[in-house]
């Protein structure tokens, strides 16, 4: 049976792999050789084909596949004024035989947060006019302008008081939600490695370092998500999806749910979790006993990062043994992550992505009918 509302049975995270073209038309846009409205062109014509490829699967939530964006996180947040992006942090990212060094930009509140505008409003209403299904639209969770820094990361000419920082950002997200819920998004999910890296012991000291307490902090982050859609759309379902690093099929962190479960199931107000499943390095399902009855839990069994089609038997053997802590009538399927959380991408060809949505479509129609 599909499901009438989101999150669905067969489902994505977001984002999706950028076709050559339209890495080209950045490139070209970057030298100088093309005018902004022709880069937004070849924006929209590369998420025309993506939405096409979604709906030949049969997927009902249809994303832009985030094709305008470069990170997943930085275009978002650093159109609120007060906030400026700098030099790279450093990263290590890993994959199972090596480990790839990255600086993504990072972060810093310099000034009194606001919202001066729709931030993707205007790609949700491009997305909603070209697809049939429901147009899902993926940002940042508010914790993604907290985590990296902390208190560091907040001028305190700005905000001496943190409690204000965390006040007038959860009113520019409430802005962000109350506009996207007036032009008709219905689906709307905040993606957050923050939790996930909070899952790993060997994150903990870098956490400490910044002057956080590591056990207190998902706490606070369920309290800046709650914030953040207080006063959200009644008939707009809210995800929230935690990722462990994904770069060019790398990541970051390891460790199963138990750190951050009762925060994360039992005191956030969202309505679904889309949770990396993919391997080892997310645990097992117990932690899945502190959600409760009525909040639907995406998982996401099948890998973006590796190539290889997993076995139908093999994932459909996982969603049973998931189905011991949450009821069938509440799981879905999804990949683990996004195709492209970053413009590069990971190693995986588009056909390979369809691949992969068309088993998460193929199962879950066997599993759930």
């Not at 993707?120 to 070209?130: G, H, N, P, Q, R």
């Not at 992550?337 to 998460?360: P, Y």
Request: proline share 5%; net charge negative.
């Amino acid at each position: 049976m599909m499901s009438a509302h989101p999150p669905f049975r067969a489902d994505h995270v977001g984002s999706l792999l950028r076709p050559t073209e339209l890495l080209e038309a950045r490139t070209k846009r970057h030298k100088g050789e093309i005018s902004a409205d022709e880069l937004s062109a070849a924006e929209d014509a590369s998420i025309k084909k993506a939405v096409a490829m979604q709906e030949s699967v049969g997927l009902q939530g249809i994303t832009d596949g985030e094709h305008r964006r470069t990170f997943f996180h930085i275009d978002f947040l650093e159109k609120l004024e007060g906030v400026e992006v700098k030099g790279g942090l450093p990263v290590k990212f890993h994959t199972k035989t090596a480990q790839i060094e990255f600086s993504p930009p990072s972060m810093r509140v310099s000034g009194e947060l606001k919202r001066s505008g729709g931030i993707v409003t205007e790609d949700f209403k491009y997305l909603k006019s070209i697809t049939k299904g429901t147009p899902k639209i993926a940002i940042p969770s508010p914790t993604m302008l907290h985590f990296r820094g902390g208190r560091n990361a907040v001028d305190e000419t700005a905000y001496p008081d943190m409690e204000d920082f965390f006040r007038d950002l959860a009113k520019a997200y409430q802005g962000e939600l109350a506009d996207l819920g007036a032009l008709g998004c219905t689906y709307l999910q905040f993606d957050d490695t923050n939790l996930a890296y909070l899952c790993d012991p060997a994150q903990h000291q870098r956490v400490r370092d910044m002057g956080e307490d590591p056990a207190l902090l998902p706490h606070l982050y369920a309290r800046m998500v709650n914030d953040a859609i207080a006063d959200k759309p009644d008939d707009m379902a809210i995800c929230i999806h935690l990722c462990r690093g994904n770069f060019q099929s790398a990541w970051v962190a390891e460790g199963g749910y138990d750190p951050v479960a009762e925060a994360l199931f039992q005191e956030m107000n969202v309505d679904g979790y889309f949770l990396e499943y993919d391997d080892e390095r997310s645990g097992g399902f117990e932690p899945l006993r502190f959600v409760p009855k009525g909040k639907t839990v995406v998982l996401g069994l099948i890998s973006t990062k590796v190539r290889a089609l997993e076995s139908k038997d093999e994932i459909k053997r996982r969603i049973e043994e998931a189905s011991k802590y949450v009821d069938m009538e509440y799981l879905a399927l999804s990949p683990q992550c996004g195709f492209s959380s970053t413009v590069e991408g990971n190693d995986i060809s588009e056909d390979e992505q369809k691949a992969k949505l068309l088993l998460v479509k193929e199962i879950s129609d066997e599993v759930w009918g």
